[in-house]
């Protein structure tokens, strides 16, 4: 069949002539990019997108007057876009391996068990301590409160509350655990 009628018959949304076109011209799109050095599989993906973009436009062939030049051209211009492309992606691969922030499962892991660790030294340190000196140690240094609201919350006077909180820390450090003193002004 004519060009010119198979041109026709696809501006009139006739899907025959559609695959008419294709079939006529597939082998000679795919030897032209043999020719000028790409690989097959690419070839084949250039040849698709041609003919997408055509199917998608089919206004494009109205003025279209050799349709095999057009073909080509397409398939060339196609192919040496995938290539740039290609040299792009290379080129940024060139500069060196990927650069993540992405923490690593075997990270989080290892940091859940340090976290673990250290929660189990404080909690034993506390366990010297008496309730209210857990409290008033807790709400002043976990939850950064001053020493008169936590007296209104223990139902004692700052000045108790400050002494509390000393025996405390002073319990704490005769324990010679200055770690785990650092560690609660760090929130951990």
């Known amino acids: ?31 032209y990019g043999m020719g000028l050095g790409f690989e097959r599989e690419v070839i084949k993906d250039a040849i698709q ?12 062939l109205k003025e279209v007057t050799n349709v095999k030049f057009y073909l080509l051209r397409s398939l060339k211009n196609r192919l040496l876009d995938i290539h740039k492309n ?25 940091e859940k068990e340090d976290r673990e660790i250290l929660e189990h030294r404080i909690q034993n340190l506390l366990s010297n301590l008496t309730n209210r000196q857990r409290e008033a140690i807790s709400l002043r240094y976990m939850h950064e409160m001053e020493y008169e609201e936590i007296a209104l919350l223990l139902e004692m006077t700052p000045k108790a509350t400050r002494k509390l909180v000393s025996r405390a820390m002073e319990r704490l450090r005769d324990q010679n655990l200055t770690l785990i003193y650092f560690l609660l002004f760090c929130k951990i």
Do not use: R, W
């Open 86 to 110: 290609k040299i792009i992606y290379n080129e940024i691969d060139a500069e060196g391996p990927e650069f993540s922030i992405k923490v690593s499962v075997l990270d989080d892991l290892i």
């Open 1 to 31: 069949m004519e060009d010119k009628i198979l041109i026709a018959e696809i501006v009139d949304g006739q899907e025959a002539s559609y695959a008419c076109l294709y079939n006529k011209y597939v082998k000679d799109l795919f030897s």
């Open 49 to 60: 997108d041609v003919f997408l973009k055509l199917l998608s436009n089919t206004k494009i």
